[in-house]
């Protein structure tokens, strides 16, 4: 749908501001640093924008840190097994990111040399990489004049034009009124819209007097800033339920196994678990044991939420050769997503 009142957007005020303003990130070259001539490095500008998928800035620091410290390259990441990147994701989630990243390094190295396309369009063609993380390489390290449009800016552009309908009705369009306010200064103006919509234009707050866009802001001028962006109708997440069964023999060790390697969280490390369905049934203990029950774990995935009640005992190994058997002091180096670590705590395995 077109916008009711697409007035442009003052490139030219946004990119002062940030000059001014701009965060201070370990994946980011500052704009002054821009200005002698240092240019953002596509590995790690990559790096970041998957990271940053469904995930705060606070929460990815240490993670970005920590890769780039061990992987310093892309010919180093791709040259890593798959289970070394796993086990380092573990506790950011959506860990199809985690695959995809892999998989487009080693695209990277064997199709293009090691070096990343320098245009959108080049960018998409690699796995993981869609419109958004492919512009917003393409701008903040080549300055490729085109729109980066990510969830920050939805918020933004919902309150500069006053946009009466969902973002997702309008998305096309605000892209669009984006995409005509791109200076030659590309790279600049994506990483300071950015940084408006994490620091000024925030979702519970606006900092109106202190925005560069507040001459020209409608939700401003109506007086209620927040009231935008108009949030879609909620549809209620359908519940799964299951059992997680936390196995520990003689000596301590607790027992791991690896998930399927296509579906949800494939690849990663767990304890075994019922089926998830919509009734929670009876257990089917895999080992014999005196088993005990804790407190049901939750964890709220995109599509559902999954219950999971929490069974623990010592077993003999007899029978148990799809896993593995791990110290105690080594599950903090093991692939856990945060849905068995929660699951281990719960049995006493912290």
């Known amino acids: 749908m077109p916008l009711a009142n697409p007035h442009p957007i003052d490139s030219t005020s946004v990119l002062a501001w940030y000059d001014s303003h701009a965060r201070e990130l370990p994946w980011r070259v500052a704009p002054s640093d821009r200005r002698q001539g240092v240019r953002p490095d596509p590995y790690r500008v990559w790096l970041s924008e998957v990271m940053l998928q469904q995930t705060t800035v606070a929460a ?4 970005f840190v920590r890769f780039t410290t061990l992987w310093p390259t892309v010919l180093d990441l791709a ?4 289970e070394s990147v796993l086990r380092e ?10 695959r995809n990243l892999h998989a487009c390094a080693k695209a990277v190295v064997a199709e293009h040399g090691g070096a990343f396309p320098d245009s959108a369009a080049g960018l998409q063609s690699l796995p ?17 004049r085109v729109a980066v449009l990510d969830g920050n ?18 998305k096309e369009a605000l892209r669009g009124a984006l995409q005509l306010a791109v200076p030659e200064r590309a790279g600049d103006f994506a990483q300071a819209m950015m940084d408006l919509g994490a620091t000024i234009c925030a979702p519970r707050a606006a900092m109106c007097l202190v925005c560069p866009l507040h001459n020209d802001c409608e939700a401003r001028r109506q ?25 520990r023999d003689a000596a301590g060790d607790v027992y791991l196994q690896s998930r399927p390697p296509k579906g949800l969280l494939a690849g990663m490390t767990e304890v075994p678990t019922s089926d998830w369905s919509d009734d ?7 080992a014999e044991g005196d088993w005990r029950r804790h407190e049901q774990v939750v964890h709220v995935f995109t599509h559902f ?22 110290p105690t002091k080594a599950l903090k180096g093991e692939a856990l997503p945060t849905l068995f670590r929660k699951v281990l705590a719960e049995a006493g395995f912290s």
Not at 128 to 144: H, N, Q
């Open 223 to 247: 007086g209620e800033p927040t009231r935008y962006p108009i949030k879609p109708v909620k549809t209620e997440r359908p519940v799964r339920k299951g059992h997680a069964f936390v196995m």
């Open 60 to 63: 990815v620091k240490a993670y």
């Open 153 to 170: 800016l939805d918020r933004v552009l919902a309150r500069y034009y006053a946009l009466e309908v969902p973002v997702r009705d309008a």
């Open 89 to 98: 994701w573990a506790g950011l989630g959506y860990y199809a990111r985690a």
């Open 305 to 326: 939420r999954l219950e999971l009640e929490v069974w623990s005992a010592q077993v003999a190994p007899d029978g148990l050769d799809a896993g593995w058997w791990a």
């Open 79 to 82: 040259a890593t097994p798959l």
């Open 128 to 144: 993981g990489i869609g419109p958004y993380t492919s512009a917003a390489i393409a701008a903040i390290c080549f300055d490729e």
């Open 280 to 286: 929670l049934g009876e257990p089917n203990f895999p």
